[in-house]
């Protein structure tokens, strides 16, 4: 009473299930809300449970390994893209550092990107809060001297061995930029009151 399997004569198209004419050259004709088509070698992939499906839900679709283990991607013999069972991705040969969920090997390059903080405390306006302690200048001297880089800011060796986090090392500039504007607006009015003075010292000088 049902059409299981058809055979196109003219386009030589193939559908099984679904009793409907097959539109490509294998064509699984509606499928059941799940797994669609499963993969299995001779020792693994016989239950419901494990091997490589392809599956439809819905208007979605995704291609899932259920075993434990790597679901690759590849072209001209070669793997791309690996996806390892804990889900970390690797883009190239190398393998997924850390506890980083992707690796690019060899960079990326992208018109744009756009890095989401956890809260606003993680941003540097509190460089403008009332209880900000603002080392001093001659402090910053010191430090430089010693260090041979800014305060709050990681040495070249540390950026070699560990990297950097962007929105964090973003955070950390601004806030140089801030306390920069802080020690120049406190120079500025130094500079007013040193123009006030001299003003005064010239009317003084000029009534003698």
């Known amino acids: 009473t049902r059409l299981k399997f058809f055979a196109d004569f003219n386009s030589e198209n193939l559908s099984l ?78 393998t997924t550092p850390g506890t980083y969920k992707l690796y690019v090997e060899g960079g990326i390059l992208t018109e744009k990107v756009k890095v989401a903080l956890k809260s606003g405390a993680n941003w540097a306006d509190y ?38 986090d962007v929105a964090g090392m973003d955070a950390k500039l601004l806030e140089k930029i801030e306390e920069l504007t802080l020690y120049l607006i406190d120079l500025q009015k130094q500079v007013d009151a040193l123009k006030i003075a001299n003003e005064k010292l010239n009317q003084q000088l000029n009534t003698k």
């Open 17 to 94: 299930g679904g009793g409907a004419t097959p539109t490509t050259n294998v064509h699984i004709n509606s499928a059941v809300t799940g797994d669609t088509v499963k993969i299995t070698n001779s020792t693994t992939g016989h239950t419901a449970s494990d091997g490589l499906e392809i599956r439809t839900v819905g208007n979605a679709a995704s291609v899932v390994n259920r075993e434990n283990s790597t679901l690759a991607f590849g072209t001209n013999n070669t793997t791309r893209m690996s996806i390892a069972a804990d889900g970390k991705i690797t883009i190239g040969t190398a």
């Open 127 to 164: 460089v403008f809060a009332d209880d900000y302690t603002l080392r001093s200048l001659p402090e910053v001297e010191s430090y430089v001297k010693e260090y041979r880089h800014l305060p709050g800011i990681p040495s070249a060796a540390e950026v070699e061995k560990d990297g950097i």
